[in-house]
């Protein structure tokens, strides 16, 4: 990056790591931070209208329809994370490739699975052996964004489906004798209530959710925890840039950014706990009424 | 006149089809030098990487690389995320009963014990390799305790905490360390295993002979020779 890392070796303690640490592969590290931040932008929003779908669902009076929610979220709930996500990404990597096999090539009469080898024909792979390998990578990242938003939308489910039976009876009730539709309570009165209640569990479900972002490294997708130990690792002269083993150093580094980014994910938690506390039957509501008064 | 249009139609549809096989995806670790790393750009480099862009375009492929870890990386090439691998992988019997192996491009070359002491215990004692390596399976094998890492340099890193009385690994990968690093020494005999290395590819991928018709060129020509003295030093076994 500066004009004297041509030659690393002659260079002085604090322009050998101002070369280091602006090469191209920390380079890398540095966008693989972004690779997590994009992944939860994504999957908090998808996991929580899952979890609403499947509380919406599990509440509705249709049967199938509520056992649909309840199974969904008992199930998710009840597997582990890295179970889940080295299953189901397999699951949905070959099932996306087998259905678009029987559509594109129907008269494939090879077997599919033959021993060890998954073969579709080479319509149907996806992405196309062809595609570059950015494509690659983001079909990746899509299946795992993808994963997440189910096993996090269960967790999602859940919470809001507890805080929808918090909502004061008395609240849906009065709705009902102003002579609204169960529809209209529920979008006008239950959804607009429960946030408040759902908010502790949500927030303990993104704490999570934030420490779940290194289970990306387990599906071999290139995050910070892949370039931390791939550039803590020691090297030789083979290298520009040789140095001893230093995970610890990289590793250390996660452990402050996870830890910086919990706290100051508590804080604006907290900050959106007071305002939606605002005129809520709850004892925040009360505390926040009584300070005002 | 119809039987001209369906002639042509499937010629085109088959050129489709080669074309969407022209890309061959080359699937490395990339934590294994000199035979194949991640350099300081960021970028796969080391012997394999010269070697798979120069048998690519001797074959008249186009060529992708792409990483991924050792441990998965036969189950990946069978399910087709990439079409080769090319990461110092040693020809074995049970290796190649999953997939297809193209001739050696290194010869069998020895595999190294380093330790931090000469009287390191290698029959008794705890040993560090790579998980599903010939190095591991080698251990397994004697009186000493294996542990198994999933990249290299942890094996290495294990030694020099003490977890481990001493590493095997290819001798080639631990030659260079062990001549920078002044604690670290080979230890012990050589041990002669497995049958060279050579690019796995898919049981019945047609382009194997193109991959082999290329190596046997390199061997012929010298170039594949000159290529592993560059990379491994004068010491090399060569072809």
Same mark, same amino acid.
Not at chain 2, 12 to 24: C, I, P
């Given at each position: 990056m500066f004009e004297f890392c041509t030659d690393p070796a002659t260079l002085d303690t604090l322009r050998w790591f101002s070369c280091y640490l602006t090469n191209g592969a920390h380079f890398l590290f540095y966008q693989s931070f972004l690779v997590v931040f994009a992944l939860l932008a994504v999957t908090a929003? !998808? !996991?929580l209208a899952f979890g609403f779908a499947a509380a919406a669902a599990s509440r509705s009076q249709i049967l199938p329809l509520s056992w649909l929610g309840k199974t969904y979220t008992a199930m998710v709930? %009840? @597997?582990p994370d890295i179970v889940f996500f080295l299953f189901f990404v397999l699951v949905l990597d070959q099932g996306i490739e087998f259905l678009r096999h029987s559509v594109v090539c129907p008269d494939w009469t090879d077997p599919i699975r033959q021993g060890a080898n998954f073969l579709v024909c080479p319509d149907a792979r996806t992405p196309q052996s062809s595609a570059?390998?950015? @494509?690659?990578?983001?079909? %990746?990242? !899509?299946l795992a964004v993808f994963t997440y938003a189910i096993v996090f939308g269960a967790f999602c489910g859940n919470v809001l489906f507890g805080a929808m039976r918090a909502v004061p009876r008395a609240q849906l009730e009065t709705g009902e004798a102003y002579g609204m539709s169960r529809r209209q309570v529920f979008w006008r009165i239950l959804v607009p209530q429960m946030w408040i209640y759902a908010l502790p569990g949500l927030s303990n479900i993104w704490m999570i959710l934030i420490k779940a972002t290194p289970l990306l490294f387990l599906l071999g997708i290139e995050d910070i925890v892949y370039w931390a130990r791939e550039l803590g690792g020691s090297r030789t002269s083979a290298y520009q840039y040789p140095h001893p083993d230093w995970r610890f150093w990289y590793f250390f580094g996660l452990l402050v950014f996870y830890l910086a980014f919990t706290r100051v994910s508590e804080i604006v938690l907290a900050r959106l706990t007071a305002r939606l506390s605002h005129g809520q039957a709850t004892a925040a509501g009360e505390d926040l009424r009584k300070a005002a008064a | 006149m119809k039987y001209l249009i369906l002639t042509a139609g499937l010629l *085109?549809? +088959? *050129?489709?089809? *080669? +074309? *969407?096989?022209? $890309? $061959?995806r080359m699937g490395t670790e990339g934590a294994y030098p000199p035979y194949n790393f991640i350099n300081d750009n960021g970028e796969i480099d080391g012997f394999e990487r010269v070697l798979g862009d120069e048998l690519c375009m001797r074959a008249g492929l186009t060529c992708e690389w792409v990483q991924n870890d050792w441990d998965s990386i036969i189950p990946n090439l069978t399910s087709g995320n990439y079409d080769t691998i090319i990461a110092g992988m040693s020809i074995t019997a049970e290796r190649d009963e999953v997939i297809d192996f193209t001739q050696p491009y290194i010869p069998p070359a020895s595999s190294l014990f380093m330790a931090l002491s000469e009287d390191a215990d290698l029959e008794g004692g705890v040993i560090a390799a790579q998980t599903n390596t010939i190095q591991a399976g080698y251990i397994a094998e004697t009186g000493a305790t294996l542990i198994e890492f999933a990249t290299p340099d942890e094996t290495v890193a294990a030694v020099r905490n003490g977890e481990a009385d001493a590493v095997f690994a290819d001798g080639d990968y631990l030659l260079p360390i062990a001549n920078e690093d002044a604690d670290l020494m080979i230890v012990g005999e050589p041990v002669q295993l497995g049958g060279g290395v050579g690019m796995g590819m898919r049981e019945g991928d047609e382009r194997l002979a193109a991959f082999d018709a290329a190596i046997t060129a390199m061997k012929e020509d010298g170039t594949l020779n000159a290529l592993i003295l560059e990379w491994f030093g004068e010491e090399a076994a060569t072809w």
């Open positions: 929003p !998808a !996991a709930r %009840g @597997v570059p390998q950015w @494509v690659h990578e983001t079909y %990746g990242f !899509a | *085109a549809m +088959s *050129a489709g089809a *080669a +074309s *969407a096989q022209d $890309v $061959v």
